[in-house]
């Protein structure tokens, strides 16, 4: 009898490894979500320019939007099938944890707390950021320092609120929180001068004076950070494909940028020498079968938005209209922080 059990259990042992290195993945419950509706469900923010935010024609664009369009272009082989649901800042968790979306991608700031009590997985960084403040240029006001006692609107079931007061309480500068539910109401009070300074990420602060301001040179922002906002899309836990899908598709865009290939080049670069290029464009070895996709799966995602680099010049760039330096989004062989796993 125990012999029997012993060849039993390695037989068991034998067909759970054989599963486990067979080296092609299960799909995964979301992607199966999405293959059967033929669409991708992605929620976003409200109104973001640079990051996500719809014309007067209804087209969303942005760094976040783009992230979508390459999840869509990887598995459903259409960036175009993808279904935007605007959240705000209370309503993304809920509407993620729900299953109402299949991804998350809203400039969310991914934190510890966010990490371990939502039931939700932070994928990897699309965009470093960090805290910062606008202000009318006639206050003359030059620092975070200087602005005691002032009123300074915020949103509130942000990491933004909780960053403003732990900031002053460890300057031990009284301040005035002016706090709102919606982006839209702070943002227009700050513009109607109920407060004497605005505050959110820097990325958010350069997209608000650039769409909402009368005249974007009557602001300044501050030089401070005051935290560090590594904002990138979020998805349900318990779902490990999906998880392995939306952040390697991010990764692909990185190592994209980092070995030259671009939408415009895509093609072209299938045949070039480098294996590690020929790997990411699926024209050697199949590492989308890892994932439950093709072998073209990052191919497509590159010539959907272009490479990371790409991505970020024609969003947020200092060519677009919000002016941003590259910075600390900068690869990480030009100095930035940004890293991207191989693909092999």
Known sequence: MNNFKSIALAGLSIGVSALVFSGVA???KTLDGIKARNQLVCGVNTGLAGFGAADSQGKWAGMDVDVCRALAASVLNDPEKVKYVPLNAQQRFTALQSGEVDVLSR???????RDASLGLSMTAVTYYDGQGFMVPKKSKIKSAKQLKNAAICVQSGTTTEKNLNDYFKA??????PVVFET????VKAFFSGRCQAYTTDASGLASIRNKEAKNPDDYEILPELISKEPLGPMVRRGDDEWFAIVKWTIYALLEAEEY??????ADSMKTNDSPAVQRILGS????????????EWAYRAVKAVG????????????KSALKLPRGANNLWNKGGLQYAPPIR
């Open 26 to 28: 299960h799909a995964g």
């Open 107 to 113: 400039n969310t700031t991914f934190t510890l707390t």
């Open 171 to 176: 300057q031990k500068i009284a301040i005035k």
């Open 183 to 186: 982006l839209e109401a702070s």
């Open 260 to 265: 030259g290939i671009t939408a415009a080049n």
């Open 284 to 295: 050697s070895e199949d590492t989308g079968k890892l994932l439950g996709l093709d072998k």
């Open 307 to 318: 490479n990371y680099g790409e991505m970020f010049e024609r969003n947020v760039g200092p």
